[in-house]
């Protein structure tokens, strides 16, 4: 109602509603190269376009006469009572949308009681982002989007830092231990790496620190981690920007840090068995991103782990995936109540938030979406683009005949 009204008033909205035209607003906001970056995805995009396809394909059928006058967007998530269902999805780089961004989406998030999710590629280190939350939110919620790193003393270092940091939860991504082939990228350089943007979470870190020393020592300058994006990150180096390279050489730190960033980001060798590391290093709650596949869920139930977080990336890993939405039941039978399961990949707005939610997911991730409206309105267009999706979702939980989140379930749901 008070969107309404502020129209009534006369007040124009500072991000575009519709999801479509918000990513066409940013595109013309954001240089190319950083708008490729956000909107790129995997290969001939093919998942990131079954993602969004995935939910035209489900249509609500809504029940009438229930009484909808009071309802509850609440959800309950690792012991603690939450305002909405949503979350603030893990995104890397955001000084590409905004010098600062990782504070002002973060801030927006606190503002509404909203999770924001930080990232190990952060541009702004997490103590930074958490000191700007709890001064719009003392307390606010936040969790550590954890990469799990080649080195052991470099993840327990970021998970103790995430817990000094007041965050509640590690989310631990598995779908990124090899950087995905993105062509829009990779055309224009792979400007976070070229730029060594985003490594702001290392570059603060003091395990990461004396790595880069040891590297900077030895005088090495080739990358061990030989994926495609890596060869390329350092062509782009040397194409781009060789002014740069001659002032790293000279000093030979930053370059080092680069070079370390690279060696050190993924750890392809992980198994089911490493988790036990993290979960004897931390009590907090441990969720695994990116798990799709039912036997998966399952092996995460018995690796003891809070919760799996059903994900393709937004499909920027691996062309060709199932479309996250199309993942979810599965991974709901096989938990079998036994862990929340949390979702993103595709939400792009209230609706598609109530559809997941139906089909058993207990809270969703807002990713691009927040990213074009932090590029075009900062702190405010954040704020401005969860309150859109938080009205929207309660407008249509109250359409779809439902009082509370916990009252929504595939029984709602139709084949398109
Ligand atoms: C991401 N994502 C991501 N995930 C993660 O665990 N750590 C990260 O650092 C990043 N970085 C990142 C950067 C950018 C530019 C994008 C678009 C995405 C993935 C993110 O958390 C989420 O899974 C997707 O964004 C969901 O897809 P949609 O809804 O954005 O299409």
Redesign the pocket.
């Known amino acids: 109602a008070e969107i309404y009204r502020a129209g009534v008033a006369g007040r124009r909205p500072r991000v575009p509603v519709g999801a479509a035209e918000l990513e066409r607003a940013a595109q013309r906001r954001m240089s190319r190269a950083a708008f490729a ?2 909107a790129g995805s995997a290969g001939l995009e093919r998942t ?1 376009q079954a ?1 969004l396809d995935a939910f035209r394909r489900r249509r609500i059928v809504p029940n009438v006469l229930r009484d909808v006058s009071a309802r509850d967007l609440s959800v309950e998530l690792f012991g603690v009572r939450r305002p909405t269902p949503l979350l603030l ?5 955001l000084e590409l949308a905004r010098r600062g961004g990782d504070a002002l989406a973060a801030r927006a998030a606190a503002s509404l009681g909203v999770p924001a999710v930080l ?3 952060a541009s702004q280190p997490m103590e930074e982002v958490a000191a700007a939350m709890d001064a719009a939110r003392p307390g606010a919620s936040r969790w550590f ?1 954890l990469y799990w790193s080649s080195s052991r003393d470099l993840v327990e270092s970021l998970v103790g830092r995430a817990e000094r940091s007041g965050c509640e939860a590690i989310v631990v ?1 598995l779908d990124t231990h090899v950087l995905g082939w993105r062509p829009r990228d990779l055309a224009l350089g792979y400007l976070p790496f070229s730029r060594g943007l985003g490594i702001a979470q290392y570059t603060s870190d003091p395990v990461f620190r004396e790595l880069v020393r040891e590297r900077a020592a030895r005088g090495g300058r080739t990358a061990t981690t030989v994926t495609p994006a890596a060869v390329a990150a350092f062509a782009s180096i040397l194409r781009h920007h060789p002014g740069r390279l001659r002032d790293n050489l000279r000093s030979g730190e930053p370059l080092a840090a680069v070079e370390t960033f690279l060696d050190v980001f993924a750890d392809p060798s992980l198994t089911w068995d490493d988790l036990a590391f993290l979960r004897e290093r931390t009590r907090l709650p441990i969720v695994l ?1 990116g798990v799709l596949h039912p036997d998966d869920a399952r092996r995460a139930v018995d690796a003891g782990v809070d919760a799996v977080q059903v ?1 393709n ?4 890993q691996l062309d060709g995936e199932i479309a996250a939405l199309d993942a979810l039941p599965a991974v709901v039978d096989a938990v079998d109540g036994r862990l929340p399961v949390l979702f ?4 792009r707005g209230g609706s598609d938030a109530l559809v997941a939610l139906a089909l058993g997911a207990r809270a969703v ?1 807002i ?2 979406p927040y ?1 074009y409206a932090l590029a075009l309105a900062g702190e405010e267009g954040v704020r401005e683009l969860l309150r859109n999706t938080i009205a929207e979702l309660d407008i249509t939980l109250g359409l779809a005949g439902a009082r509370s989140v916990g009252d929504v379930d595939a029984s709602l749901l139709a084949p398109a």
Do not use: E, F, L, W
């Not at 999805?89 to 780089?93: D, E, F, R």
């Not at 990336?313 to 920027?316: C, D, I, K, T």
């Open positions: 970056y956000v990131a993602n999805a893990p995104i890397g780089v990232s190990t590629q989007q991504t991103k994900s990336h937004g499909g920027r993103d990949s595709g939400i991730a990713g691009r990213v």
